[in-house]
């Protein structure tokens, strides 16, 4: 299974379904009743689907230590009994047949081997929806007044999409999941994260370029730049992307650094056929 550490989950989720939750009117969230958000890590989805329904919004994931700091959010928030949190495997979910009547994931099925399996299980244990919001980060996009980055970023972009073992840029491959599930009425809509720097700077920012110079930020990749590509190029991509860092690093003392991050993530909807 591939593990993320919390620091990961928050940083990129950060500012995520703040914007805008459209994308998210399929999944008729005022009229659920139980809902299971699978995969769901540090709860960032988990929050956002409690705050849109007055449901039971139960997260699953197989990662304890991720869901010691969900549950650590929840009580540091102060919340009621909305949102609970179980240990279980995607592919074997502790839930009864048809027990919710939403089962949703983000960020999950593109760390699957086998995301059908996946979907055919969210879809034994909702009565009437499933939802899956996936990032197609084959489509990424960074602006970045320094060049360096844009470049370099689609390039370690490029090779750790060659290199992890799963599909981590799915696309339409997840309505086909969907489809081999026997989901009906599956649609799709696409939501943008847009994730921006610029002054004054964030105290998350200011990690973020310090990680970029260190070399760290590249380094949580490294296994699959290294499988795609070989050392000698990880190491050369590594030095170049310091450089960077360091470049980064001068823009935000000058006051001159903007960077924007465009993540799409589609997000797909189907119905159980001879649901609720
Ligand atoms: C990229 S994270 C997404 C977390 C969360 N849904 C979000 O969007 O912030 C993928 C999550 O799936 C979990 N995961 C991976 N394989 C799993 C499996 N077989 N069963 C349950 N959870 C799994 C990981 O532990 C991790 O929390």
């Not at 979910?93 to 996946?118: E, F, H, K, R, S």
């Not at 489509?139 to 992890?164: C, H, K, N, P």
């Not at 086909?176 to 799709?188: E, H, I, M, Q, S």
């Not at 960077?244 to 997000?267: H, L, Q, T, W």
Request: charged share 35%.
């Amino acid at each position: 299974m591939r593990r993320f550490s919390a620091e990961y989950l928050e940083h990129t989720r950060r500012g995520m379904w703040e914007d805008d939750r459209d994308a998210l009117g399929e999944l008729n969230l005022p009229s659920r009743e139980r809902v299971l958000d699978v995969g769901c890590g540090t709860g960032e989805l988990t929050r956002v689907l409690a705050a849109e329904t007055d449901a039971t919004v139960i997260g699953v994931d197989a990662d304890s230590e991720l869901l010691s700091v969900a549950r650590g959010e929840e009580r540091g928030a102060g919340a009621g009994p909305q949102i609970g949190y179980l240990a279980g495997d995607a592919t074997r979910l502790p839930v009864a047949d048809g027990a919710v009547d939403l089962a949703v994931c983000q960020a999950l099925l593109i760390n699957l081997p086998d995301p059908t399996a996946a979907v055919r299980e969210l879809a034994r244990v909702s009565s009437d929806l499933v939802a899956a919001v996936e990032p197609d980060n084959a489509d990424v996009r960074v602006a970045s007044t320094v060049d360096a980055e844009e470049r370099l970023e689609r390039e370690a972009r490029e090779a750790y999409v060659a290199g992890v073992e799963t599909d981590v840029a799915l696309g339409d491959r997840v309505r086909d999941a969907f489809d081999a599930a026997g989901l009906v009425d599956v649609r799709t809509r696409r939501y943008v994260h847009e994730k921006r720097t610029e002054p004054p700077y964030a105290e998350a920012a200011l990690r973020s370029a310090a990680r970029k110079a260190s070399g760290a930020g590249l380094a949580d990749h490294r296994d699959e730049l290294v499988a795609a590509t070989s050392e000698d190029a990880y190491d050369d991509l590594r030095g170049r992307w310091r450089e960077m860092g360091r470049e980064v690093v001068d823009a935000i003392g000058a006051g001159e650094y903007e960077r924007v991050e465009y993540v799409p993530f589609d997000v797909t909807v189907g119905r159980v056929a001879g649901g609720d």
